[in-house]
């Protein structure tokens, strides 16, 4: 048998061989390249888990604390608001006329609305009337991780710096209040503002996610129009420093984006209201005008730098340090960041590109704008701590960005000159001295998380609360009316017992409750600001014990002795 030659096995085609490495040192320095890359891989993820973790870690203790907290007063109307509507009873309370939209709701839109989806599908529950809060807590850890993304050690502590170590930051963002959903969604917006400016990839889109953001947060309450000016010079810095990235135009028309969530809400208003829309309206524009500070038919007590003493003072008390202290420690950020300007505009104006400038621009506008507002502005019985909250949570993001930026600088080795270099050491003293009031305020915070566990304090009142609704709850099911006295009386036992309560104060004839199994319901908040038991002319209040607990009190009502009643 005869093989042609094209049968022939063909020789093996062998790769060629790369030629070694006859350099000296040549494998050693081969070996070095991948051992650095490996360790660089290695502390890319190292990196990347510390920065999951430093979100992850404080939210959950959050919620681990958050689980056994009562929601309080003005928190509780609002998730009554959103009981109403997840059972699809409307966008109303559970008080007197139960009209919707009360005006004592100053908490709406997005946030009702989750909390709603969240207590339709679990129940009225500690975790579903937490829920909303929890999801605003998280949005802010998330917003804060990532602003700081260019500084891994601020990145990581940073979150738990903004929960923990801001005054009241916690307490409102708990207690289901709107505060901390406005701090949340404004710093958001900041953070992708300056993404649009620097480094996104799509500015105009980014910039357009920051108005619908801003958006978001002006149906939650009124206040997040002074987040506005800071949207605009946000939108100003896109234009300018993405100019040969997207058109001017383009960033404009992406501030409509603001307009959809503003609509939509109004919408649902005027469909729930009817004809009673514009006289709503009217009586919120009076109430806004008097809560901000500017009803020029309300003559304060003090002006000036009078009313910023007597404010500054209040804000100490609750933060626990004196206000020659903290004065200096609100101004020094604001102060070295006007020199840092001052000094070397046309530098600072080059810096915008750094890393984390420009929203550290925008948090320090927006800080100090809502800081002197508060200060100088807002009416000394409005002056809360939970209504700052929001301006010291945005005071705390600049100083931890501010940290970054100093950092930076001073790695920086290009002989910018004696004044610039002590410029950036009079930033660093100033951002030092501002963290310190994170560290005063994180004390007791954490201090009060600590001790609330180990006395199982949070719990109780919780416990007790719970019991109060349950009793209130029987009575109701009797077939008693149940009533409070003012529009504050006893929201979070008409929550958790979910029954209506009526106004004592609004009945002109005290033989009705003649006609009734009536009582009052007094809780711990009506014990401690007004009187320990209810006071009313026309009626007595004769307390039934085996229907109260520590949180509540249960009194039955009778017209007083000077009353007297007809068959």
């Known amino acids: 048998m005869t093989h042609s030659p094209t049968d022939a096995p063909s020789p093996a085609v062998e790769a060629p061989r790369e030629a070694p490495d006859r350099r000296p040192g040549g494998r050693r320095l081969q070996l070095r390249l991948t051992q650095s890359g490996g360790r660089d891989g290695g502390r890319r993820l190292a990196l990347r888990v510390l920065a999951v973790l430093g979100v992850v870690v404080p939210v959950v203790l959050t919620a681990w604390y958050a689980s056994g907290l009562t929601v309080v007063f003005d928190g509780a109307m ?35 609305f989750l909390a709603a989806a969240f207590i339709k599908v679990l129940g009225t ?9 929890l999801v605003f807590v998280l949005i802010l850890a998330v917003s804060v991780s990532v602003g700081l993304r260019h500084w891994a050690l601020l990145r990581t502590v940073g979150p738990s710096i903004v929960l923990f170590g801001v005054p009241g930051a916690l307490a409102s963002g708990l207690g289901g209040y709107g505060e901390m959903a406005i701090a949340a969604l404004a710093i958001s917006s900041f953070v992708l503002l300056d993404m649009a400016a620097t480094t996104g990839r799509r500015p105009a889109l980014l910039t357009a996610a920051a108005a619908f953001v ?3 947060a002006l149906t939650i309450k009124v206040v997040a129009a002074m987040a506005l000016p800071v949207l605009l010079l946000g939108a100003l810095l896109v234009a300018v420093m993405r100019r040969g990235d997207t058109r001017w135009w383009r960033v404009v028309l992406s501030l409509f984006a603001i307009i959809p969530p503003l609509v939509l809400f109004e919408l649902y208003r005027l469909a729930s209201l009817k004809g009673d829309y514009v006289n ?20 304060p007590a003090k002006h000036g730098l009078a009313k910023m003493a007597e404010h500054l003072h209040i804000l100490s008390s609750n933060v626990g340090m004196p206000a020659e202290a903290l004065g200096p420690l609100l101004v020094l950020p604001f102060l070295a960041l006007a020199i840092v300007i001052v000094a070397r505009p046309t530098a ?4 915008l590109r750094d890393r984390g400038v420009v929203l550290l621009v925008l948090a320090s506008v927006y800080a100090g704008g809502y800081l002197a507002w508060w200060l ?5 019985e409005k002056a809360w701590l939970r209504r700052v909250a929001i301006g010291l949570v945005a005071f705390a993001v600049a100083c931890l960005v501010l940290a970054g930026v100093v950092i930076d600088r001073l790695r920086a080795r290009n002989g910018e000159g004696r004044l610039s270099r002590g410029v950036v050491w009079f930033a660093a003293l100033a951002t030092t001295a501002a963290l310190v009031l994170g560290v005063f305020a994180v004390k007791p915070t954490a201090r009060g998380i600590i001790d609330s566990a180990r006395a199982d304090q949070n719990s109780a009142t919780l416990t007790a609360a719970r019991a109060a609704g349950k009793h209130a709850h029987e009575l109701a099911a009797s077939g008693a009316t149940l009533y409070g006295i003012g529009w504050w009386s006893a929201p979070a036992v008409s929550l958790y017992g979910n029954v209506s309560l009526q106004d004592l104060s609004t009945v002109k004839d005290p033989c009705v409750v003649t006609k009734q199994d009536a009582y009052v319901v007094w809780d ?3 014990m401690n600001i007004a009187n320990p038991v209810p006071r009313m002319r026309g009626y007595s209040f004769e307390p ?15 017209p007083g002795p000077q009353v007297r009643c007809g068959r």
């Open 78 to 112: 609002n998730l009554q608001v959103a009981q109403n509507v997840a059972d699809g009873d409307g966008y109303r309370w559970d008080y007197a006329a139960r009209e919707l939209f009360p005006a004592a709701i100053q908490t709406s839109g997005p946030y009702i």
């Open 125 to 133: 529950s500690e975790l579903s009337l937490q829920a909303a809060n």
């Open 214 to 216: 801003i958006g978001l």
């Open 280 to 299: 709503w309206w009217h009586e919120q524009f009076t109430a806004i005008s008097y809560q901000a500070g500017v009803d020029k038919t309300t003559a």
């Open 348 to 351: 600072f104006l080059t810096r």
């Open 376 to 380: 100088a502005v807002t009416p000394t």
């Open 524 to 526: 711990w908040y009506a």
């Open 544 to 558: 039934v014990p085996k229907e109260s607990t520590p949180y509540a009190a249960v009194f039955r009502i009778k």
